[in-house]
């Protein structure tokens, strides 16, 4: 009778120590999910930033062609070398405009990411603090079962048990972690 308790209890522990190891996998699939997603996302910014420095630098050019047109149309000796100087100048304030929308356009889209990212790092944040706690989790569990302590199965339940709540605040975001 007292064998069959004992092996009922490492049926148990065997069970629960199964489901918590599939667990720590999808925590473990999740984190490096958003892990990856957290890097692309900021290789994607970056680029965006690069792309939006590019265009301040064609924006600066545009705004010194501009003054260097002005200046031309200002020294001009004929009416025609005037009007080329002032469609010069005019074309250089459109692309200086152009390349201001095109910056606020870039600088948003950047922006976009950078909170993406910081979304992505709060769920990866979470699934990796579930696995850690399932794994102490399985090893509480797995001891137990080798030097027949149910003590030490507890403590891992409970640690699967918060592995479990950082398990769905990976996927919910319930709190901060």
């Known amino acids: ?4 308790k004992r092996d009922s209890w490492t049926q148990w522990v065997a069970l629960t120590t199964t489901i918590l190891a599939v667990c720590a996998a999808i925590s473990s699939l999740k984190g490096g999910g958003y892990s990856t997603r957290v890097q ?3 290789t994607d ?3 965006k930033w690069a792309f939006y420095q590019s265009k301040s630098l064609k924006q600066n050019l545009a705004v010194l062609e501009r003054a260097q047109m002005e200046v031309a149309a200002l020294e ?3 009416p025609e070398g005037k009007r080329t100087a002032e469609a010069a100048r005019d074309r250089a304030t459109g692309e200086a405009k152009r390349y201001e929308e095109e910056k606020a356009k870039i600088k948003e889209e950047a922006e976009v990411l950078k909170s993406e990212e910081a ?4 769920h990866g944040a ?3 603090q579930a696995v850690m706690l399932l794994q102490i989790a399985i090893t509480l569990s797995a001891v137990s079962a080798l030097i027949k ?5 507890w403590a891992g339940l409970v640690c699967g048990a918060a592995g479990l709540v950082y398990m769905a605040n990976g996927f919910f ?5």
Do not use: Q
Not at 149 to 153: E, Q, T
């Open 40 to 42: 692309l996302a900021t």
């Open 45 to 47: 910014e970056a680029n």
């Open 149 to 153: 302590r149910p003590a030490m199965w």
């Open 1 to 4: 009778m007292a064998d069959d």
């Open 173 to 177: 975001l319930f709190f901060l972690v």
């Open 76 to 78: 001009a000796r004929t």
């Open 119 to 122: 979304l992505n790092k709060r």
């Open 126 to 128: 979470a699934f990796g």
